[in-house]
């Protein structure tokens, strides 16, 4: 697969230059990108900004795997709306190569990547549920072209289920984890059991998720450090103007010290349930 550190250009949906309450973010963020030399382009005819979840998984320099785009989470009266459909959105950057449709629901999201290694959460069975767990293991290996699939209980406050707020590779061998100290015991335990059980090396990462809703009724993002864009030496790192980021952001320059940490304050992101990966989609040209 296509690591975040081999790609060398983002894409952002069209919606986040275009919406009123993101126009100081994306000012900064776009300032960022200028000055760290990252090209972007925009998605069009989008209905949210979170271009990670419904955007092709690529697989090599040409080869994209668009899984079926149609999260539960989003299957109510009030966000159905916003659920974007795959057929109909446009690249201002268009890219060559081949897009194959897979028939698994899968947001890209749940898709934490490293070579020949992929990290998802169990949500992945409940938005399968016709379909056997092995079967949905084996048909995700197979279109993703990977040897190892592992598996780990989603968060309890995230609504999306998704694994990019949990983990995060540093290379094909080690993973970033949420330190998740403030959970219940028995899901730590099965969290923790489900890590170990990799057989990577584990970092643990700053983390403290928001347990009151905002004034939609989700959980907002807060405090989601793990969920940085990568794009070739360069980190987008979130900062959400809470006591918590400068030690963050430390520990982010630490570990990735061969990279450009960049810190972009996020906390408008966030307080919509998503961060600086979800609202990216870095590719290999």
């Known amino acids: 697969m296509i690591n975040d550190r081999d790609t060398n250009f983002v894409y952002f949906s069209s919606l986040i230059k275009e919406r009123p309450a993101l126009k100081s973010f994306w000012l900064y963020l776009e300032k960022q990108l200028h000055r760290a030399g990252i090209d972007y382009g925009f998605i069009e005819n989008t209905n949210d900004i979170w271009c990670r979840d419904y955007m092709p998984v690529q697989i090599s320099p040409k080869a994209f795997v668009q899984f079926k785009y149609y999260p539960s989470y ?46 998802m959460t169990d949500r992945v069975f409940k938005e399968n549920k016709t379909i056997a767990k092995e079967d949905v ?7 993703l072209q990977v040897e190892k699939l592992y598996l780990i209980p989603s968060q309890p406050y ?3 289920g998704h694994s990019d707020g949990m983990v995060r590779f540093v290379d094909d061998h080690t993973l970033l984890v949420a330190d998740y100290r403030g959970e219940l015991d028995y899901w730590k335990t099965r969290y923790r059991n489900a ?15 928001v347990k009151e809703k ?8 807060t405090r989601c450090y793990i969920n940085f864009a990568w794009i070739g030496d360069v980190i987008l790192f979130p900062q959400f103007d809470m006591p918590e980021d400068e030690e963050a952001l430390k520990e982010a320059k630490r570990i990735f ?8 304050p996020s906390a408008v992101l966030a307080e919509d349930g998503g961060v600086l990966n979800c609202a990216t989609w870095n590719v290999k040209t």
């Open 257 to 264: 010290n061969g990279c450009q940490v960049i810190p972009v």
């Open 74 to 119: 989003c299957n109510t009266v009030k966000y159905r709306p916003s659920i974007t459909d795959t057929a109909q959105v446009q690249l201002s950057n268009p890219l060559p190569g081949t897009t194959v449709q897979h028939p698994l629901l899968l947001d890209g999201g749940n898709v934490v990547r490293s070579g020949n290694t992929v990290v």
């Open 214 to 221: 905002n004034k939609n009724g989700d959980y907002p993002a």
């Open 137 to 143: 293991i084996a048909q995700l290996k197979q279109a």
């Open 158 to 160: 995230d609504f999306t």
């Open 195 to 209: 890590l170990q059980k990799t057989g990577l090396r584990l970092i643990e990462f700053p983390a403290a998720p």
